[in-house]
Every structure is written in C-alpha cells, then in structure tokens.
C-alpha cells in the first residue's frame, strides 16, 4: 500500500510540475480523463493524462493527414502532444495477456495500416513523450481499429466502465478509433 501511495504521489507531483517545465514548448491543450470501474464505492480508479493535438497545423492551419501522416504506420507514437502520456491504476489492471500493476505507466501506440496496432505500457514514466524508450515496455496489446461516424477534431481519449465487467480505453482521432478493453485484476 506505501508503495502504490508513494506512485500515485509521484504521479500527481509529474502532472502538477510538468506544465511547469513544459510551458515553453506546449502548443496542444491538456486534458485528464478516467473512471471508476466496477463499484462506485469499491471500484478501480483509471485516469489517464495527455495532450490533446488537432489536425489542423498550429503553424499554418492547413489540414493534416493523421494516420500515416503526421502519426506514421509501424512508429512508436507517444498517444498525444507534449509530454508523454500518462495512466494511474490504483489496482492491478488485465489488457490482453498483460498485467498492469497498481500504479503510474506511460502510454503509448505502435499504429498500422492494417489491423496490428498495439498500446504499449511503459514502466519509464515522466519523459516529454518523444523520443518513445520502448526498453521499458512492460507489455503490448492488440488494439481493434474502427471508423468513426464522425471525425475527430482533436485527438479524444476515453475510459469507460462496462457496465457488464471491467473498461475500455478508446482513442479517437481523424476517422478513427481504437479501443482496447481491461479488467481489474481480483
């Protein structure tokens, strides 16, 4: 229990003091999402803090091409802009055949053409994002790709209870989503 308090102190301690030392270079907003899954009272807590990046160019406003454009096929992609994205468990969670210990991870993306993209979770948390330091991936899952109805704007990460047993963390982005579902490990 100290050490999930210890990580779940550090965690916040990065979110508070990285806008700080990441003002100078920040162009995306910043958001922070999560859910209790399971039990209201008794449930996993998951949140998940990253940049928000739009497809228009910053610079000059024109449209980007996003997947496999500006977020190139095959390439560890950091899940976002600026600093690297972030997830907090505050108990083990189960993605596919990895286990993710209670505590603070980063979260990022090996996007494909095809349907072979995969989350990865890092145990090196704290960096800005990019490079990726894939040395420290604790695991990779399959991710299923869909097309969305609507395009995304702005880069959308989701976790959503399921009301039938665990979660799952969507990301949305152009005209596509990706999703990955989770159970909190008994």
């Known amino acids: 229990m100290n050490k999930l308090k210890t990580t779940l102190l550090i965690a916040t301690l990065f979110s508070i003091a990285s806008p700080l030392w990441a003002q100078r270079a920040r162009v995306s907003p910043h958001e922070t999402t999560g859910a ?7 449930g996993c807590r998951v949140t998940v803090v990253y940049g928000r990046p739009y497809t228009k160019d910053p610079k000059s406003g024109e449209m980007r091409k ?5 977020v190139p096929y095959g390439k560890a992609w950091r899940m976002g802009a600026d600093e690297a994205t972030l997830l907090v468990t505050q108990q083990p969670l189960v993605f596919g055949d990895t286990t993710v210990p209670a505590g603070a991870y980063t979260l990022y993306m090996v996007p494909d053409e095809g349907d072979g993209s995969k ?3 890092s145990t090196a948390i704290g960096g800005w ?3 990726v330091d894939e040395s420290h991936d604790l695991g990779r899952v399959a991710l299923k790709k ?3 109805d609507k395009a995304a704007d702005q880069f959308t990460m989701v976790v959503e209870n399921v009301p039938a047993g665990g979660g799952v963390l969507k990301l949305m982005w152009e005209n596509t989503q990706y999703s ?3 159970t909190v490990k008994k």
């Open 36 to 42: 209790v899954i399971g039990e209201r009272r008794t």
């Open 180 to 182: 990955v579902p989770f």
């Open 119 to 121: 989350l990865a979770i």
């Open 146 to 148: 869909e097309s969305l």
């Open 129 to 131: 994002g990019i490079p």
């Open 66 to 70: 996003i997947w496999g454009g500006l």
